[in-house]
C-alpha cells in the first residue's frame, strides 16, 4: 500500500518492493496516485485507484471518524482535530490488493506499508506458517491489546468477508471507533477471526518500520532538523492565536506572518500564542517559516483548534 508524493517516498516504495521481489513473492502495489515507471513494470500487480476517501476534519461532526490530539500545559491547553483520519483510504487499498489476490486463486496475502522495509526473509515466513492454522498474523502496538496496521498477513477469504462491507465513509464511521488499528482489532474479535499477535519487538534489526511519520496532520513540521508545531486555534471566548512551540530547535527560524501588505517577522523560540485580530482570519493570512518547506495559508475555514490561555506571558502581540 503506497501514497508516495514526493522523491524521499517514491525512494522508499522502491526499496519496498524490490527487497520483497528479491525473496520471490508475487506482489500488488496499490496506490492513489501515479508511481514511477520502474514500480509499474516491476510489480506483477497494480491497482491505481482515484478514489481516496480520506474523512476530513470538517467532517467529523456530521459523519464521525474523528481523531483528535491534545496537550495540557502549565501555559496553555490545546485541542486538535487531526486533520484528516485515513483509516478507510488505506482499509480500501488492503481490499482491492485482496480483491486481486482471491481472483488470481492465492489463499495467503502479506499487506505492507511501503515504509515498513522487510530485511529479513524469514518475518513473511514466519507468518505464513501461522496462516496454516489462523486467519491472521499481526505485530502488538505498545502490548497484546494493540496492533500495527502497517504490516499483517491474512488469510485472502477471511479479510474480504470479514472487512468487505466497509465501502464508504458511513460504513467506516458505524462502528464509533476512529482509530483504524482499534477498529480493525475491534472486527477481529467482534466475528471471532482466529489470529496470532507477536510482540512488535520480534521485528527490531528485522524490519525497518514507520519511515514515515505523517506529523503535518498534526500541526508538527520538520523544518531542517527542527520540530515546530504551528496551530490556529480560538477561545471560548472566540480570541484567535496561532500557537508556535519549537520542540525541537537546532537551526535559528523565523516565523514569517504577511497579511494584506504587512509582513511580520518572529523568532521561532520556545512556546508562544501570537495573537490574531479577527478580520486575520476573516480575510486570510500565510505563515511561512524562513526554514523548512512550511507555507501555511489560514482563515476561517481553516481547521481551528481550541485552546485555553492558562499564562499570558506566552502570548505574542504583533505589532
Same mark, same amino acid.
Given at each position: 500500500?503506497?501514497?508516495?508524493?514526493?522523491?524521499?517516498?517514491?525512494?522508499?516504495?522502491?526499496?519496498?518492493?524490490?527487497?520483497?521481489? +528479491?525473496?520471490?513473492?508475487?506482489?500488488?502495489?496499490?496506490?492513489?496516485?501515479n508511481v514511477p515507471t520502474e514500480v509499474f513494470e516491476e510489480s506483477d500487480y497494480f491497482v491505481s485507484s482515484k478514489l481516496n476517501p480520506i474523512i476530513t476534519h470538517d467532517e467529523y461532526e456530521t459523519i464521525g471518524g474523528g481523531?483528535?490530539?491534545?496537550?495540557?500545559? +502549565?501555559?496553555?491547553?490545546?485541542?486538535?482535530?487531526?486533520?484528516?483520519?485515513?483509516?478507510?483510504?488505506?482499509?480500501?487499498?488492503?481490499?482491492?490488493?485482496?480483491?486481486?489476490?482471491?481472483?488470481?486463486?492465492?489463499?495467503?496475502?502479506?499487506?505492507?506499508?511501503?515504509?515498513?522495509?522487510?530485511?529479513?526473509?524469514?518475518?513473511?515466513?514466519?507468518?505464513?506458517?501461522?496462516?496454516?492454522?489462523?486467519?491472521?498474523?499481526?505485530?502488538?502496538?505498545?502490548?497484546?491489546?494493540?496492533?500495527?496496521?502497517?504490516?499483517?498477513?491474512?488469510?485472502?477469504?477471511?479479510?474480504?468477508?470479514?472487512?468487505?462491507?466497509?465501502?464508504?465513509?458511513?460504513?467506516?464511521?458505524?462502528?464509533?471507533?476512529?482509530?483504524?488499528?482499534?477498529?480493525?482489532?475491534?472486527?477481529?474479535?467482534?466475528?471471532?477471526?482466529?489470529?496470532?499477535?507477536?510482540?512488535?519487538?520480534?521485528?527490531?534489526?528485522?524490519?525497518?518500520?514507520?519511515?514515515?511519520?505523517?506529523?503535518?496532520?498534526?500541526?508538527?513540521?520538520?523544518?531542517?532538523?527542527?520540530?515546530?508545531?504551528?496551530?490556529?486555534?480560538?477561545?471560548?471566548?472566540?480570541?484567535?492565536?496561532?500557537?508556535?512551540?519549537?520542540?525541537?530547535?537546532?537551526?535559528?527560524?523565523?516565523?514569517?506572518?504577511?497579511?494584506?501588505?504587512?509582513?511580520?517577522?518572529?523568532?521561532?523560540?520556545?512556546?508562544?500564542?501570537?495573537?490574531?485580530?479577527?478580520?486575520?482570519?476573516?480575510?486570510?493570512?500565510?505563515?511561512?517559516?524562513?526554514?523548512?518547506?512550511?507555507?501555511?495559508?489560514?482563515? +476561517?475555514?481553516?481547521?481551528?483548534?481550541?485552546?485555553?490561555?492558562?499564562?499570558? +506571558?506566552?502570548?505574542?502581540?504583533?505589532?
Open positions: 500500500m503506497t501514497h508516495a508524493t514526493n522523491e524521499e517516498k517514491k525512494l522508499l516504495l522502491k526499496r519496498c518492493l524490490m527487497t520483497i521481489k +528479491s525473496y520471490g513473492y508475487d506482489t500488488v502495489v496499490c496506490s492513489h496516485v481523531i483528535y490530539y491534545w496537550q495540557d500545559y +502549565s501555559q496553555y491547553y490545546l485541542n486538535k482535530k487531526v486533520d484528516f483520519n485515513h483509516g478507510l483510504t488505506h482499509l480500501r487499498l488492503m481490499l482491492q490488493a485482496a480483491a486481486i489476490a482471491a481472483q488470481e486463486g492465492y489463499d495467503v496475502i502479506h499487506l505492507v506499508n511501503y515504509d515498513y522495509i522487510v530485511n529479513d526473509i524469514s518475518v513473511l515466513k514466519d507468518a505464513a506458517e501461522t496462516l496454516e492454522t489462523k486467519e491472521a498474523h499481526f505485530f502488538s502496538w505498545h502490548d497484546q491489546s494493540s496492533i500495527i496496521t502497517g504490516m499483517m498477513s491474512f488469510r485472502v477469504e477471511s479479510l474480504l468477508r470479514n472487512y468487505g462491507h466497509i465501502r464508504e465513509k458511513k460504513d467506516y464511521c458505524a462502528y464509533g471507533i476512529s482509530i483504524f488499528e482499534d477498529l480493525f482489532l475491534h472486527i477481529v474479535r467482534l466475528n471471532g477471526i482466529t489470529h496470532h499477535i507477536e510482540e512488535r519487538s520480534k521485528l527490531n534489526g528485522r524490519v525497518e518500520q514507520d519511515l514515515i511519520n505523517v506529523t503535518d496532520a498534526y500541526g508538527l513540521y520538520d523544518c531542517e532538523g527542527s520540530k515546530i508545531r504551528i496551530v490556529p486555534c480560538r477561545t471560548e471566548s472566540d480570541q484567535h492565536y496561532l500557537l508556535m512551540a519549537v520542540e525541537q530547535e537546532l537551526n535559528e527560524n523565523y516565523l514569517n506572518i504577511y497579511y494584506r501588505g504587512r509582513y511580520y517577522s518572529i523568532k521561532a523560540v520556545g512556546t508562544q500564542l501570537i495573537e490574531l485580530s479577527f478580520d486575520m482570519i476573516e480575510h486570510g493570512f500565510t505563515a511561512t517559516l524562513s526554514k523548512g518547506q512550511v507555507n501555511l495559508k489560514i482563515d +476561517s475555514k481553516s481547521n481551528i483548534s481550541h485552546c485555553v490561555v492558562k499564562d499570558t +506571558s506566552v502570548v505574542t502581540k504583533l505589532i
